[in-house]
């Protein structure tokens, strides 16, 4: 029987009191206890973690915290901007980002633990300091990844195991009254290790402004966020860690001025849209509990956790009435608790087994008060006096799901990674599944050239998050009246994924990289902003189809680097089968028989950038950003036109004061849109598509970090 850790430690204490006798005694016999080598330990455990997910089939981009630091903005830029400078990722408004054609689907993974999404999204709950690296993977996709499917953000958080003991603290101050204090924790002593990381944000365009001028009106955003991981080291193969994150942002909504009023309000026929007064809130927070080892060759993870997220967004109730003819109070809320099991058995000198469990189980409630006007038969408005309905709907949703999947190496060039996912999902009374099999393979063509291809068959149940069962036959006879009518539940999603791609390594510093994939999709998910709050709606087009090429080049060497990336994707929906009453009538006949482009679609996407240090401790870097434009209505064809195209460079400066100190003060000095062109993410058309929204004006900041 192995003694207990109270007994382990008495040892320890008694073996070092006697360290004066037995250095006197030369047989003596050494201390019956030591203590592990906890950065040794953790070393392998992380190797161990590493091997429960396969490199097979899938297209991979790896960010590391050293790029991040890279970025004219550094750790102090959202996830979202990190995430663009990936190939294929397209960015869109209030910081939502789509990766190959996809609206949002976007998986989340820290330490390989899945994060069930927050109502908000978690670009904007999760933050960049907590990163040590990121691994984007879309694509043909292994067994073990399933529910959101577009991508799989695959995050390795920071640990006081590797950074010793320390910490940081910092601020990031500049245009747009933005203030940025951040303070950074971790260590590690004896079997424990931790990482604890806080930030503060607030500035004055929280949201993208509704027109072309420098500085929106009515902007104002106060953000905070925390993230803490703490870790002991049970033995030599088994860790037990738990993290915790927390988000609370608020937002004023960005006012349009110069609108018509439509309505009157009770003695109101005027109103200035400029003071107008909306505001939301957004609340994320989450925990897990990951016991993670091996037993014999089998290494496992096994973690159960919870997410809470929470939406609550507030009409400026005679003003929304007088321009719209509603004003709604908007309450959303979501608990998701999950339970996740993966394993990975080598079975013999060429196969690896590996398998798991999932399992998700969700509560989520809407409710909404509106204020709106009766009309008469014709629609015309009735009454100046509005009439308040109340609306409220919860419902319960759970994920099952089970996967195994087999790696076989065959030789010294060829690997397969052939495996089958069961997915079940039951929500609104009924239930939904699919087995799914997934194909992939990878050629080492010789030293320097690495084809790989992949099938994968995905099933993808709606984000229950997003969900409102709201009852829209309250509103007839009213100024929220719908059209028309339709379903109000969203259906899961199938589709067959392809993916071919070959990387080349040139010479000693250039790596190129070319990628082509294909979808085909039945009751294709996309996913819009039909009302005043920033909260999008899921709705399901019968047929999609989806297609692209992308292309990656990275270059370093020495002190030089850079890279650029470079996209095209062609992203069509046929027949709304759901969610039918959010579009026009006209919309909805002409999507009946028409193939469409989605509204998120934009053909060509590039993103680049380059660094280069010198004399020691300094550094200059750009990157950019230019997209073709996002989609919108023309000619009575719903998303059939297109924004024009945009390029956004940013630029930096960057030096270490006392670096060689071993606490260095960094100082960084960002250009954010140096060229300051102002160009339009949405104009207000396009299916899903409520308001006009513009891109980041040019604006100046300094960041200083001192180590510590």
């Known amino acids: 029987m192995k003694p207990s850790l109270l007994a382990r430690g008495i040892a320890l204490a008694l073996s070092v009191a006697s360290l004066p006798a037995l250095a006197a005694t030369a047989d003596a016999a050494p201390p019956a206890v030591t203590d592990l080598d906890a950065v040794t330990v953790s070393a392998q455990l992380d190797q161990a973690r590493n091997a429960l997910s396969p490199?097979?089939?899938?297209?991979?981009?790896?960010?590391?915290a050293e790029d991040i630091q890279k970025q004219p903005l550094g750790a102090s830029a959202p996830l979202s901007q990190v995430l663009l400078q990936a190939p294929g990722v397209v960015q869109d408004s209030y910081g939502g980002v789509h990766v190959r054609g996809d609206h949002a689907n976007l998986q989340y993974r820290l330490n390989g633990v899945l994060l069930p999404e927050s109502i908000s999204g978690f670009g904007q709950t999760l933050d960049?300091?907590?990163?040590?690296?990121?691994?984007?993977?879309?694509?043909?996709?292994?067994?073990?990844?399933?529910?959101?499917?577009?991508?799989?953000?695959?995050?390795?958080?920071?640990?006081?195991?590797?950074?010793?003991?320390?910490?940081?603290?910092?601020?990031?101050?500049?245009?747009?009254?933005?203030l940025n204090p951040n303070a950074s924790w971790w260590g590690n002593q004896g079997r424990w290790s931790w990482y604890l990381t806080g930030n503060y944000t607030q500035n004055e365009v929280g949201l993208e402004n509704p027109t072309a001028s420098r500085r929106p009106d009515h902007d104002d955003t106060h953000q905070g966020k925390a993230f803490a991981d703490l870790t002991y080291l049970v033995n030599d193969t088994t860790r037990l860690s738990l993290f915790a994150g927390f988000a609370n942002n608020r937002f004023q909504i960005p006012v349009n001025p110069g609108q018509t009023p439509q309505f009157g309000y009770l003695d109101t026929v005027q109103a200035d849209s400029s003071q107008l007064d909306e505001t939301q809130g957004e609340t994320t927070r989450f925990g897990m509990l990951v016991l993670q080892g091996t037993l014999g060759q089998t290494a496992y993870q096994v973690s159960a956790g919870q997410r809470y997220s929470d939406l609550a967004f507030n009409p400026d109730v005679a003003g929304d009435l007088v321009f719209d003819g509603v004003?709604?109070?908007?309450?959303?809320?979501?608990?998701?608790?999950?339970?996740?099991?993966d394993f990975s058995t080598p079975l013999g000198d060429n196969h690896t087994l590996r398998y798991g469990l999932y399992g998700n189980s969700e509560r989520a409630r809407a409710g909404s008060t509106a204020w709106v006007f009766p009309v008469d038969a014709d629609g015309n408005q009735a009454s100046t006096t509005p009439i308040v309905i109340a609306d409220a709907s919860a419902f319960h949703a759970s994920t099952a799901a089970a996967y195994v999947q087999d790696e076989w190496r065959i030789g010294q060039d060829w690997t397969v990674n052939y495996g089958l996912r069961a997915d079940r999902y039951k929500a609104f009374g009924g239930t939904e599944g699919q087995l799914s099999p997934r194909l992939g393979v990878v050629w080492n063509a010789s030293d320097s050239t690495t084809v790989h291809a992949g099938y994968s068959r995905y099933f993808t149940p709606p984000a229950s998050e997003l969900v409102a069962s709201s009852d829209i036959a309250r509103y007839a006879g009213t100024t929220n009246q719908q059209p028309v009518t339709g379903s109000t539940t969203p259906l899961s999603e199938r589709s067959d994924y392809y993916d071919v791609g070959v990387s080349q390594q040139v010479g000693e510093h250039l790596t190129l990289g070319l990628d082509a994939y294909d979808r085909k999709v039945d009751r294709l998910q996309d996913e819009g902003q039909?009302?005043?709050?920033?909260i999008y709606s899921t709705f399901n087009y019968r047929y999609g189809h989806v297609h692209g090429v992308e292309f990656s080049a990275d270059y370093s060497s020495g002190p030089l680097s850079a890279y650029v990336n470079a996209a095209y994707n062609k992203a069509m929906g046929k027949q709304v089968i759901t969610g039918q009453y959010n579009l026009d009538p006209e919309a909805l006949a002409y999507v009946q028989d028409n193939w469409i482009h989605l509204d998120h679609d934009q053909t060509l996407t590039s993103s680049g950038g380059v660094s280069y240090a010198f004399a020691g401790h300094n550094r200059?870097?750009?990157n950019y950003v230019y997209g073709s434009g996002l989609r919108s209505d023309i000619e009575g064809v719903p998303n059939g036109g297109e924004l024009p195209s945009y390029l956004q460079v940013n630029l930096s400066a960057a030096h270490d004061f006392n670096a060689d100190s071993g606490h260095p003060l960094h100082a960084q000095l960002a250009l954010v849109n140096a060229l300051d062109r102002s160009y339009q993410l949405r104009d207000g058309g396009g299916i899903g598509v409520f308001a006009p929204q513009w891109g980041p004006r040019r604006g100046a900041y300094l960041s200083l970090q001192q180590d510590f």
């Open 530 to 534: 039909f009302g005043a709050a920033y």
């Open 327 to 341: 004003a709604s109070q908007v309450d959303r809320s979501n608990r998701a608790s999950t339970v996740q099991a």
């Open 55 to 64: 490199d097979i089939g899938s297209s991979q981009y790896q960010i590391t």
């Open 128 to 178: 960049a300091r907590t990163i040590k690296s990121i691994r984007l993977m879309d694509g043909a996709l292994p067994a073990q990844f399933g529910e959101r499917t577009a991508a799989v953000v695959d995050i390795t958080t920071r640990s006081g195991a590797e950074l010793g003991n320390g910490g940081s603290a910092g601020i990031t101050a500049g245009s747009f009254g933005t």
């Open 620 to 622: 200059v870097g750009a």
